[in-house]
């Protein structure tokens, strides 16, 4: 049979069965190794920059990433889960997944696409982001000192250092509340998102969680919608633009008054 | 370097030595002939190399042969041999849901899975409008398409 022609530059390939080896093998080639994890993003900048890598580490052989478990009142999700069942698994705790993840890429992509890969690349307009960011999510990590833990807030303001491993989520269990995502999509299938909202309505609390452009999401939270939407406001000079600052005021609204419908 | 994969295609199994670069639509294509998954942007974009690998729909465009070691995978190739395809085929036909054909195999493969998945627990009509999104079509403007996978699925149009 024709085998597909080698690049003399074809990187290295590992599948490393540890978060620990997979971090070690990263820190061997340095900038020149990347992990491969859904590959919806990696594999298309592979074939742009051909002489770029030169070695692949794919997370997929990683037993541990790939879990979904309750542990006492959090949820853990392995990094290598990937978007789509994350959002089936998730449905029942936070029925509002189903929503706000349909809107990730299309179908295709979300079957490949991942937790961990979706944080470590931290697009401002990601409704992984906005999701975790809506329910205290915190992010575990495996690095060149060992494992730690982040909350997801920190993790979209400063970049993972290169070699950092995403190896899960844990999330807490929310108690009940009523919640609704909205977002304001450019017209064609997978156009870039102008601005999402996840709105979470409590007894006593409300928050709502934003994204717009090319800022990081933010949750504002007050004790009712109104508080919630003035805390917005006042934060009006985090968005480039006034257009930009209009879709995000508009997507809290939408989603604030179908949580409180 | 060259990743040894073992994977099933179609029902066959496939043993080969893959560049660890390799795109599994290149391998599909190129190394076992299977020309019916089509390759029209190449960047993950338009869904029309869309395959069946372990019963998703996937880009095969975004899927690295050596990603696939383990893995079955379905082509149009295979989907044309299964038990959903004679309906399949009548859909498309009665509601006209093709024209040039070149992303025809990537919405075959699509509805195929959403039936398989539609068999075992009903699908809102917001998920079956989600995934037929995910393919692009440049000749029908998509009703004929979405009313032949509704009408695949028992829906109204």
């Known amino acids: 049979m024709a085998v597909p022609a080698a690049s003399p530059h074809e990187p290295s390939y590992h599948t490393p069965t540890t978060a620990r080896e997979a971090a070690a093998l990263l820190a061997r080639h340095g900038a020149r190794g990347r992990f491969l994890a859904g590959g919806q993003t990696l594999i298309p900048e592979l074939c742009r920059a051909p002489r770029a890598l030169d070695a692949i580490v794919d997370l997929r052989n990683i037993p541990e990433f790939g879990r979904i478990q309750r542990v006492g009142d959090h949820i853990e999700v392995g990094a290598m889960v990937t978007i789509s069942a994350a959002r089936r698994a998730l449905a029942a705790d936070f029925p509002v997944i189903d929503t706000c993840f349909r809107h990730t890429a299309n179908s295709a992509v979300r079957n490949r696409a991942t937790l961990g890969g979706s944080i470590a690349l931290a697009d401002p307009a990601s409704e992984i982001s906005t999701f975790l960011l809506a329910y205290d999510a915190e992010v575990l990590l495996e690095g060149a000192g060992g494992g730690r833990t982040v909350a997801i807030r920190a993790l979209l303001h400063v970049p993972l250092t290169h070699g950092t491993l995403v190896t899960g989520v844990r999330i807490p269990v929310p108690a009940r509340d009523r919640a609704s995502f909205t977002e304001f999509l450019r017209r064609r299938s997978g156009g870039r998102s102008l601005a999402m909202a996840l709105a979470r309505i409590a007894p006593g609390k409300t928050s709502v969680t934003v994204s717009g452009g090319v800022t990081q999401p933010v949750c504002l939270s007050g004790t009712s919608p109104s508080e919630a939407l003035a805390a917005l406001d006042a934060r009006r000079a985090d968005f480039e633009s006034d257009a930009v600052r209009a879709w995000v005021v508009a997507a809290a609204r939408r989603a604030l008054a179908e949580a409180g419908a | ?157």
């Open chain 2, 1 to 157: 370097m060259s990743v040894p994969i073992a994977c099933a295609v179609n029902g066959r199994d496939v043993a080969a030595n893959v560049p660890a670069t390799a795109r599994l639509s290149d391998f599909l294509r190129d190394t076992l002939g299977l020309k019916g998954t089509h390759v029209a942007c190449g960047d993950g974009v338009c869904g029309n190399c869309t395959v069946i690998v372990d019963g998703e729909a996937v880009r095969s465009c975004l899927t690295l042969a050596a990603q696939c070691d383990g893995r079955a995978i379905e082509t149009v190739e295979g989907v044309a041999e299964a038990d959903v395809f004679p309906a399949i085929r009548a859909a498309f036909l009665r509601h006209n849901a093709l024209q040039c054909g070149y992303c025809t195999p990537g919405f075959v493969t699509t509805i195929a899975a959403m039936m398989r998945d539609n068999a075992r627990e009903a699908l809102t009509d917001a998920e079956i409008g989600s995934r037929i999104s995910s393919v692009a079509c440049r000749c029908t403007g998509y009703v004929s398409i979405v009313a032949a996978a509704r009408a695949l699925l028992g829906r109204s149009e």
